[in-house]
Every structure is written in C-alpha cells, then in structure tokens.
C-alpha cells in the first residue's frame, strides 16, 4: 500500500531556509542559531524533533547552525512550528542576512576583547532575514586571532586593543616580547620597543605583564566589508574602526542599506564595491562616526 503525502504548501519553499535537494522530491530544513548557541534542553529537542520527522542526520554547518536533510515537503508547517516553540525557527540561505557566526569572546576566552555573542545576539534581532540583492554573511571575532573568519564574510567584525606603556615604569623584561606573535615588541638597549606598524592590536601583551605596566586602551571594533569564502576567496577592505557597541549597529546598519540600495543581483558583494564607489561610502560612514 503506498502512503500518500500530505498537499505540499509551495509558499514555504519562498523561505531560504528551506533548500531543495539533489533529489527534488526532499529538500533540507536550516535553523537560526545565532551566534551558535543554544541551550543543553533546545539541543535535547533539537534532536527529538529530527527523530520525530524521519531524520536521520543532522548537519552542523560552517556558519554555526543545524540543518535537517532529506525532509518530506508535506511535513514542512508542523515541523517549523516545533522548531519555532523550541526556539531554533528557520534559518536562511538565499539573497539576505543570513546566521550571524561569532566567537565565544570574553564570556569564555581568554584571549576575548570584546563580548561578541551579544554583540551577535543584537545584530541578529536587528538584521537576520532582511531581503537584499546579494547574500550577506556577518562575523564576529572577539580578538585578531579571527577564529570566526570574519574578514572573508561580507562584514567583518574584529575586536582590538592597543597596548599602553609606561616607558618610565617599564623595567625592560621581555616578558611581553615572548607573547608577541607579530614580533612588534622588542627589548633595546633594556628597553621596551613597541613597532607600532607591526602591532596587530591584539592585546595579548598586557595580560603577560608580571609588573602591570603594560595596560590596554579601551576595546574597539574594527569593521571590514567585502569579504568572500567561496570559489574566490577575497579578504574583506577595512571600513572603519569605532568604539563602541552602539557604534557598530549604526554602522552595520549604513552597510545593510547601502548594499540594498546600490548592490545588484549579477555578481557578489566583493566583485561589486569598485562600482558601487566603495571609496564614497566609506568616507561617508567616517564622517557619520565622527561627525
């Protein structure tokens, strides 16, 4: 006896969420996750709801989320709604902000300079979804260390510190010399060199410091635009470097609007920002910080 589907809604497949297989007859199922997190009771359900639709697998993606393959199209409105009350809803997938990836940053790590799961969490509710005519992909690395990639997404978003010295204080150990990675610091003459043009401003330098003398300036946010993994992998062009929280919705938000204003649908973001005077907008966005 063959069981026969239930009406299959086709409106549903309009989400980027839902992704038609190789196999037209089924189509994978990709959740919203931002930042990656999601607690022990969500993951436990995570899995329930997959044995209770017949998947067999689930996929852990590079952009730190789940997905669900081979699902019957005719189970799709039950299954997002127990997706949707667990709180792991759709993702998305096509031309528009798709899961926002971050580093676990200062909550967990010890190398963190900025809290970058919130700062994930915030620019999700404010962004996630949003249609646009290229697909843009946001990351968030709490130090440059770039665990996350973030400079080979669309927009990038990196933490730094700047180290400060006190050259009368400094008694000339190279303790910090040791924790450089750049070799920007190094000990002349019994005393502490910092090669600013070196420096990544990393800040991994000040924790080392068996004296305290070296102390960082307050965090800050570097934002690139631009980046792409891909077939072509491009490295993102550096916008601008802001201060705060605040600072960085305002201009990711700048970023959002222009990509939907000027961007075009032939070719991808990277290929795109000599043409769409990449120059112009981030001279704009400079005076919008400091004006």
């Not at 993994?229 to 490295?235: A, D, S």
Request: glycine letters at 8%.
């Amino acid at each position: 006896m063959v069981r026969q589907r239930r009406p299959i809604n086709q409106d549903l497949f309009s989400k980027g969420g839902i992704i038609t297989e190789r196999d037209p007859d089924f189509c994978i199922v990709r959740l919203r996750m931002p930042a990656g997190m999601i607690s022990p009771a969500q993951l436990k359900e995570v899995g329930e709801i997959a044995a209770r639709y017949g998947v067999e697998k689930v996929h852990l993606t590079t952009r730190q989320t789940m997905e669900f393959p081979h699902v019957d199209p005719s189970k799709l409105e039950p299954l997002l709604a127990d997706l949707e009350k667990n709180g792991t809803p759709l993702g998305a997938e096509r031309q528009e902000v798709v899961n926002v990836t971050s580093c676990l940053g200062t909550r967990n790590c010890k190398f963190g300079i900025i809290d970058s799961v919130a700062l994930a969490e915030e620019i999700d509710k404010k962004f996630f979804g949003k249609d646009l005519p290229v697909k843009v992909r946001i990351a968030i690395s709490s130090c440059p260390n770039g665990c996350e990639s973030e400079r080979l997404n669309e927009i990038g978003i990196t933490g730094i510190q700047k180290p400060i010295r006190d050259p009368g204080l400094c008694t000339g150990c190279g303790t910090c010399c040791h924790y450089c990675r750049e070799k920007a610091i190094e000990v002349i003459d019994g005393i502490v060199v910092l090669h600013p043009g070196k420096c990544m401003e990393c800040g991994f330098c000040i924790l080392p410091c068996p004296f305290h003398i070296i102390q960082g300036a307050p965090p800050e946010y570097k934002i690139t635009v631009g980046g792409h993994r891909g077939r072509h992998p491009k490295i993102g062009r550096h916008l601008i470097t802001v201060k705060t929280q605040e600072d960085v919705i305002r201009v990711v938000d700048k970023i959002i609007y222009w990509i939907y204003r000027q961007a075009s649908t032939d070719m991808m973001l990277p290929e795109q920002l000599d043409e769409l005077e990449f120059d112009k907008f981030k001279q704009s966005i400079t005076q919008m910080i400091e004006g």
